[in-house]
């Protein structure tokens, strides 16, 4: 029997309702049954682990280069012209 989600009683929790698709329940339900626990318990257990998870870095920005040029969104064209894009 796995440990996934075992809460006890005593701790306190809030109830919700969610609407999920007949196949995810349905794949829940495997699951659950595949670890010996109630589809509640492995929700509540997936869950925390994303609520716990890092969140991701945001991206940073990269190459910005500052050649005297002005942005190629600019003058699309030109700067296809230049460096012999399609030729």
Known sequence: MSDVGRY?????MKKTSLYIDEAVDRALAVRAAEQ???????IRSALSTVAA???RALPQAIALVDDGRPGIAR?????????????
Do not use: N
């Open 8 to 12: 006890p009683t005593f701790m306190p």
């Open 53 to 55: 998870a890092p969140s």
């Open 36 to 42: 010996g626990v109630t589809k509640a318990e492995l």
């Open 75 to 87: 003058d699309l064209d030109a700067y296809l012209d230049e460096t012999g894009f399609g030729d």
